[in-house]
């Protein structure tokens, strides 16, 4: 570790994961918002205390099929790939914690595959144009989206302790 | 769409997404487990009725000090890349609908960018050696992990319809 690493309670791997290409991503479309580097909330709570800052997902062409069967109001899954975050940051000192955590012990967008998970409602559907709007978002204008899925009570809450 | 397409109610999107890379995806680990392609339980919840199929996760060099942090008992996320599926099958039709369903309508594997995730617990670990034992897996032994993070119930379960 260097002094700096030392310094601020926070490590890197020595590599970055970026560089390890194992398999590939294709964009499927963007999240559309009204969120940018100044104004986004820390968290999608805050979002929706802030009216979910006009949030809908434009997918790219040929996906809009993949639509079919979903409903208004259906509860879903965006998956978003946040890549302007670093890849290599294992243990990390994020301001709410007390002390240095490691990655998989937090939803810091910086982390080895920044892949992001949130549970929204769908407001409104154009099955044609590939639009889905969604009661709200806390990524950036323009985030790159991955997938999109059904939220299933049975398999998307653990078991009890 | 082929005679093919047509007669199976499925329909594919006439590029592999496989081919259009955006981002690349660096495996941390993988799935442990008493699952195969002939033995799999359907889902998880099929797989906890089975006992969970003795379920670890396995990291690769480096990323045990990503754990730093997390206990037994925690519930967490495991999301895996499934990819022995195909990925450009828009329109499908499983077993268990009665007709054809968009892709995003779906938690199949075959998707444009096989994540999966899975809810569940930890049951053991070991912080150096950077193994996790997890309640349980609808994945076969081997399958690559991309992420963990921690469930968290303000943001895990969508607001109200």
Known sequence: MSEDDHRDGETRLGFDPADQADASVSFIGHIRSDWSKGN????????RQQGGGNARIELLDGFALGLAGMTVGQAIWVVTWMDAAPRDLIVQRPGHTSGPRGVFRLRSPARPNPVAMSAVRITSLD??????GIDATDAYDGTPIVDIKPWIEAVDIPPAD
Chains 1, 2 share one sequence.
Do not use: F
């Not at 986004?40 to 979002?47: A, E, K, L, M, T």
């Open 127 to 132: 099955l044609d144009a590939g639009v889905i």
């Open 40 to 47: 986004c909330p820390r968290n999608i709570g805050q979002s």
